[in-house]
């Protein structure tokens, strides 16, 4: 995954606009552009310690190195959504024939593929199940140019490349993601309950996650 030093340099960020009519279950996200970053240690470990974010990542990944965000991938009034990235796990594969596969995209899990040695390797994976509303002065910007190491630099680059042809797809699940898990009432009752997705069940508590994102920043003005 994506693994080097931090960039100490605060990520800007402009506000968007929440549609005017209310009555839409969608939100209008501005095309910002993505940035790789990473998040403050103190606001990750805030919201991991309320019971009801239980599934906030930690802030090191498996290989022990600070986890890397892209964002912003959902915009929301005053929240900035910024989801995380993960290494690949088994549930990444299917077995076809014998031959372990790659699986595709689904709304909460875009899959970081690249191609090498004339095969599709997967790097990782963005987890917008995981996406969390983030502080700016909690978004610090990662350099891909200050990498040092060469050859983990070019790789970075072109996992990169791939979530850059991935983005209006990362925008679109998350904005569905979102509808679906803020708004799951109203989506699943009655005769709707059985089409509930079954990852919504291991989605984050979005609207949670806005009021700790609103008391963190009370408590650190």
Same mark, same amino acid.
């Given at each position: 995954?994506?693994?080097?030093?931090?960039?100490?340099?605060?990520?800007?960020?402009?506000?968007?606009?929440?549609?005017?009519?209310?009555?839409?279950?969608? +939100?209008? !996200? #501005?095309?910002? =552009?993505?940035?790789?970053?990473?998040?403050?240690?103190? /606001?990750?470990?805030? &919201?991991? @310690?309320?019971?009801?974010?239980?599934?906030?990542?930690?802030?090191?990944?498996?290989?022990? +190195?600070? !986890? #890397?965000?892209? =964002?912003?991938?959902?915009?929301?009034?005053?929240?900035? /959504?910024?989801?995380? &990235?993960? @290494?690949?796990?088994?549930?990444?594969?299917?077995?076809?024939?014998?031959?372990?596969?790659?699986?595709?995209?689904?709304?909460?899990?875009?899959?970081?593929?690249?191609?090498?040695?004339?095969?599709?390797?997967?790097?990782?994976?963005?987890?917008?199940?995981?996406?969390?509303?983030?502080?700016?002065?909690?978004?610090?910007?990662?350099?891909?140019?200050?990498?040092?190491?060469?050859?983990?630099?070019?790789?970075?680059?072109?996992?990169?490349?791939?979530?850059?042809?991935?983005?209006?797809?990362?925008?679109?699940?998350?904005?569905?993601?979102?509808?679906?898990?803020?708004?799951?009432?109203?989506?699943?009752?009655?005769?709707?309950?059985?089409?509930?997705?079954?990852?919504?069940?291991?989605?984050?508590?979005?609207?949670?996650?806005?009021?700790?994102?609103?008391?963190?920043?009370?408590?650190?003005?």
């Amino acid at each position: 995954m994506f693994r080097s030093q931090i960039n100490g340099g605060a990520l800007k960020s402009k506000s968007n606009q929440k549609r005017g009519d209310d009555s839409s279950l969608f +939100f209008e !996200r #501005k095309n910002m =552009g993505f940035r790789l970053c990473t998040i403050d240690t103190k /606001y990750i470990e805030f &919201l991991r @310690s309320d019971r009801k974010l239980y599934n906030v990542f930690e802030n090191k990944d498996d290989a022990n +190195f600070i !986890r #890397k965000y892209i =964002g912003i991938v959902f915009n929301i009034g005053q929240y900035h /959504y910024y989801a995380p &990235l993960s @290494s690949p796990k088994r549930t990444d594969y299917k077995v076809v024939n014998g031959k372990q596969i790659i699986r595709n995209d689904i709304i909460p899990i875009i899959r970081i593929v690249v191609q090498e040695n004339e095969e599709m390797r997967l790097k990782g994976t963005v987890k917008l199940s995981n996406m969390i509303p983030v502080p700016e002065k909690a978004i610090f910007d990662y350099d891909i140019e200050r990498e040092e190491n060469e050859q983990y630099k070019a790789l970075i680059e072109k996992e990169y490349a791939v979530l850059k042809q991935k983005e209006r797809k990362i925008l679109k699940n998350a904005e569905l993601l979102y509808r679906q898990k803020t708004k799951a009432d109203i989506l699943y009752s009655g005769e709707n309950a059985n089409k509930k997705p079954g990852y919504l069940s291991a989605t984050i508590n979005f609207k949670y996650a806005e009021q700790m994102h609103d008391k963190y920043i009370s408590e650190h003005a």
